[in-house]
């Protein structure tokens, strides 16, 4: 183990895992609740959209969360097809009104037959115990149902070597437990995979944490293995570490 990049990792993580973080994070969206239906359907829909500007991501998300009435899990519950026009004009960057009003049905589909978000995700890791197939099995469950086929570039193919950022921020989000994150979920810390961008992939590199050239998922493996040896049971608190250091320049950066 590398003693002085253990100590810096721990240093940053301590100075970026802060409430204050929330006010210029999409975590802010589902912080609005307390109801655990509600953070984790904000949450993942918050996450969803999360790249590219992220003044633009809070307020598109504060948008869609608006057209559900501030209530995601009672419109998820209820809605009909009629309901989902609200959506109609719905856009941030790529992800549209007809990508929305999917993930709408496919969320309900999943409260109403598999008992909700967090179930899916540990029928897939409770398979062999990683993330990677609680990811893969969570995509073939939101995909049960007929689909745009424009929508499917939406969720991350872990299958595909896709490293699934978005996704596996939204794990962090749920499962850990600080001044940031929820911890409502019961899936194990210890196994999160470590949400890699182009920022954090270019911090990872430039400290020794990675070596591989591409930002897929084989090198999401690689530097959530190097910070499990600086801790194991909670890797992926790092995450803030390398988040906050990749941004110091400017913490309003793209995600």
Request: hydrophobic share 40%; aromatic share 12%.
């Given at each position: ?6 100590e810096l990792l721990d240093e940053k993580y301590y100075k970026y895992a802060v409430s204050d973080f929330i006010n210029d994070d999409p975590i ?228």
């Open positions: 183990m590398n003693k002085e990049l253990k802010q969206i589902p912080k609005k609740f307390t109801q655990k239906e509600d953070i984790e359907i904000a949450g993942f829909l918050s996450a969803s959209i999360a790249w590219g500007n992220r003044k633009s991501i809070i307020k598109n998300a504060t948008k869609l969360i608006e057209l559900m009435d501030e209530s995601p899990y009672d419109f998820i519950s209820n809605f009909n097809e009629k309901d989902l026009s609200v959506f109609n004009d719905f856009k941030h960057r790529t992800f549209n009104g007809i990508d929305t009003k999917f993930f709408m049905k496919s969320i309900q589909n999943i409260y109403q037959k598999h008992k909700g978000l967090e179930n899916v995700f540990l029928q897939g890791f409770n398979k062999d115990k990683t993330i990677k197939s609680a990811i893969s099995h969570f995509r073939k469950v939101f995909f049960e149902i007929d689909f745009p086929a424009r929508t499917s570039k939406h969720i991350a193919n872990v299958d595909k070597k896709s490293a699934a950022k978005r996704i596996n921020m939204f794990l962090r989000w749920m499962v850990r437990k600080d001044h940031v994150d929820f911890g409502i979920w019961h899936l194990p810390k210890s196994t999160l995979m470590l949400p890699l961008d182009v920022h954090t992939g270019n911090v990872s590199r430039a400290i020794g944490l990675l070596n591989r050239k591409q930002n897929d998922w084989q090198a999401v493996k690689e530097v959530t293995k190097k910070l499990r040896e600086f801790d194991n049971n909670d890797p992926i608190k790092y995450d803030f570490a390398l988040f906050g250091m990749g941004n110091d320049k400017s913490l309003n950066k793209d995600y």
